[in-house]
């Protein structure tokens, strides 16, 4: 079954006009018709939340105004030190829509880097995925397809059937999979997100005999979905591959390809009709839409070698999501950079070396293992550097060690000007040579020096 739009079906819409302006948009640009995409009802467009009109705080960074924002949550991180830039609800659990489909994507991408997938492996569709409704690429029953087809069916098309596909190859029934998306997202510390399908479908519209034995829905936070934006990019930096592309055809037979919901795409600033709403640096992440979460956004780009993650939920209309976005972002990279404070491989002033017991050498230097950066405001003054470091007891470190030993940590806290809370983090310190076992005549003579040094310093003591 091809993937067309019903025409008829749209003329009942009450976005029957959006509609049409859509395909027409999409005749222009590939000269063939649009297929179904986006978790949604095209009957029915009542946002039914409603509440992204309602007044919000929006809190920012230091002395920074934040924009005005129409919208249920958002948040803006810098996911190399976790700072959160921007935040407006976001800690609020609520229905994520196809933004789900984020984890599905994690885990299918960790079942492929743990060898257990291969993107050219067979997937059979059974029942649950021929039935799934919305966003879909009509899979039928027996059908089958590569994990790398339904992969680029579920991130840029946010096809529905494609997705559960993909659960039961991984799980075996989609509430199975379902469970390890809940433990992942624990496991990430996502700690106001309960999963129920693959999808982001509400439970009424999962296929009869498929609906989990709750009455519970999926619910997300911007915070969370922001954090599973974040383990993406760490742990599958190749994520471009696939959330980059404008277009695909599914199958050779079908007259259209599935279009990528991502107007922002960078590629898009070629696209007469999607110019406005191309980001520089933008190349992910995923979109979500049914009528009770309204339209949602987690929203990744990089420039002048600083990443941001965006979310916003609960926008009003599919444009609105995606200028919304480009506000949360401009504000970021508006206004602040990441800066390192200190260098891979530093002297610690006062902590230059630690004692070693057992060793040919009885101590050895230390220097930092990683780069230390803070994100700060663009042109900060007055850096404020402070340190703590934690040292392993000298009893404990005793010989043979290697280079680049662990023998501490140091926190850095970070205060700048414009920024209310200094940030903080945590790096090893490590040995820069190795130290080698001292053998018992040298350890011998070192205990007798030991001894009459002491005894000498007791004598001169008393006078």
């Known amino acids: 079954m091809k993937a067309n739009i019903s025409q008829n079906k749209y003329k009942k819409s009450q976005v029957f006009k959006k509609s049409v302006t859509a395909v027409m948009l999409l005749n222009m640009m590939y000269m063939s018709a649009l297929p179904v995409v986006g978790n ?10 409603g509440a992204a009109t309602e007044a919000k705080t929006i809190t920012g960074t230091g002395s920074i105004n934040p924009p005005s924002l129409a919208l249920r949550s958002a948040i803006l991180i810098e996911p190399s030190t976790g700072q959160v830039l921007l935040s407006m609800n976001p800690d609020e659990p609520l229905p994520p829509a196809s933004m789900t489909k984020m984890m599905t994507e994690y885990i299918v991408a960790e079942q492929v880097k743990q060898g257990k997938l291969k993107w050219t492996d067979k997937v059979t569709i059974n029942e649950n995925a021929s039935k799934s409704i919305g966003s879909r690429i009509f899979l039928a029953q027996g059908d089958q397809h590569t994990v790398e087809e339904l992969y680029i069916a579920m991130a840029v098309g946010s096809a529905n059937d494609a997705t559960v596909a993909l659960a039961e190859r991984v799980s075996g029934t989609e509430q199975d999979f379902v469970k390890l998306m809940n433990e992942t997202a624990q496991k990430m510390g996502m700690k106001n997100t309960y999963f129920i399908n693959s999808t982001g479908l509400d439970r009424k519209d999962m296929p009869t005999g498929f609906q989990p034995d709750t009455d519970r829905e999926t619910v997300m936070t911007a915070r969370d979905a922001a954090t599973l934006a974040g383990y993406i990019i ?15 055809k599914f199958r050779p037979t079908d007259k259209a390809p599935i279009i990528n919901y991502n107007w922002m795409l960078e590629a898009n600033k070629n696209i007469t009709n999607f110019r406005k709403f191309a980001y520089p640096g933008l190349d992910g992440m995923k979109t979500g839409h049914t009528n009770n979460a309204g339209n949602c956004f987690t929203g990744t780009a990089e420039r002048d070698g600083m990443r941001l993650i965006s979310v916003v ?8 999501r995606f200028t919304e976005t480009a506000k949360v972002l401009n504000y970021g990279f508006d206004n602040f950079e990441v800066k390192q404070v200190v260098a891979p491989k530093t002297v610690v002033k006062g ?5 070693v017991t057992k060793g040919t050498e009885t101590e050895v230097p230390i220097v930092t293992k990683d780069a230390v950066s803070f994100i700060v405001p663009k042109g900060a003054s007055n850096p404020k550097v402070t340190f703590t470091t934690n040292i392993t007891p000298a009893s404990s470190l005793v010989a043979p060690l ?8 140091i926190t850095y806290t970070y205060k700048t000007d414009g920024v209310d809370k200094g940030q903080t983090k945590t790096v090893d310190l490590v040995t820069t040579t190795a130290v080698e076992e001292g053998g018992w005549f040298r350890m011998l003579f070192r205990a007798i020096g030991d001894f009459f040094g002491d005894l000498f310093q007791g004598i001169k003591n008393l006078f």
Request: hydrophobic share 30%.
């Open 40 to 49: 949604f009802d095209p009957n029915v467009v009542t946002f039914a939340a």
């Open 234 to 248: 760490k742990d599958h930096p190749d994520y471009t591959r696939f959330t980059t592309i404008q277009s695909y």
């Open 313 to 320: 939920m609960g926008a009003d209309s599919d444009e609105h």
């Open 351 to 355: 902590v230059e070396n630690v004692p």
């Open 402 to 409: 290697k280079q680049g030993a662990k023998v501490g940590t």
